[in-house]
């Protein structure tokens, strides 16, 4: 069964450009350097699965998709960046009579609906409260991982047979056990928000490019994209100094996983 990836978001929670912000990379012309907020799209034979509902939704959707609506969205975790469209999610479900299995561990389900408590009545959502779920021979299953000073939030480990591939898009200082699932696999989808941060990790929520590459040497996986960019980084000039493997990711990227070796 075919595998295919493509990145709707690719910024950190405050998108790029920022607000009032005159840098290099936010008054850049160069479309890899425009970044809406973090969602991810999975194909996996015919169905459809996006991760997380970014407040750009209604944007990326006519940008990379208004042909139907997902059959699946999966959370990592309930922050503002990776739910805030939910209430335009939903109405898209509810007005295509759309069944959608919206799913997560049960803390995150159980914060969604606390804070959207009329999502809870919305015609075709189904909220599944699991810490696994399965599409055909696709296996997924959610992993908890720290987030530094914002908590936690969950990576998401897909598998079948033949292909293993993970989305880790908000960690920090993860222990050796919270990096386990994650070990070689055909590809890693890794959040890193800026090239190098020099404040300490305890104040910090997500990983920097210079701190996890030691790392990736430890998890060895065939091929990395780096996800949750900030306005630091500038794709063209900081992706040629990455390892041959590691990519960032850019909105709208589309990669075929059976072929990825060969990028």
Not at 9 to 27: E, F, I, K, Y
Not at 81 to 105: C, E, R, T, Y
Not at 136 to 145: A, D, E, P, Q, T
Not at 178 to 202: K, N, Q, V
């Amino acid at each position: 069964m075919n595998v295919s990836i493509q990145f709707w978001g690719t910024s950190d929670a405050q998108g790029v450009p920022r607000m009032l912000c005159n840098c290099h990379v936010c008054s850049s012309e160069e479309k890899s350097n425009v970044r809406t907020r973090p969602s991810m799209l999975v194909e996996y034979g015919d169905d459809q699965i996006l991760i997380d509902l970014s407040p750009d939704f209604r944007q990326q959707f006519f940008a990379f998709a208004n042909k139907r609506v997902p059959d699946t969205v999966l959370f990592t975790h309930a922050h503002h960046d990776h739910i805030g469209g939910l209430g335009d999610f939903a109405d898209l479900a509810s007005w295509n009579q759309k069944k959608v299995n919206m799913v997560s561990p049960e803390d995150i389900i159980e914060t969604i609906l606390t804070r959207y408590p009329y999502l809870a009545r919305r015609n075709g959502l189904h909220f599944q409260k699991e810490d696994t779920w399965q599409i055909g021979n696709l296996r997924i299953g959610f992993h908890r991982v720290n987030h530094g000073a914002n908590g936690y939030s969950y990576g998401i480990r897909f598998e079948t047979d033949t292909l293993r591939f993970a989305y880790v898009s908000d960690a920090i200082n993860l222990t050796d056990a919270e990096w386990l699932p994650f070990f070689e696999l055909d590809c890693l989808i890794l959040g890193t928000s800026y090239w190098r941060e020099d404040a300490p990790m305890s104040r910090r929520s997500v990983y920097s490019v210079e701190e996890v590459l030691p790392i990736l040497e430890k998890l060895k996986p065939s091929v990395v994209y780096l996800t949750h960019l900030s306005h630091d980084i500038d794709h063209e000039q900081k992706e040629s100094l990455l390892p041959k493997h590691v990519r960032f990711a850019y909105d709208g990227l589309l990669i075929a996983l059976q072929s990825i070796e060969s990028l």
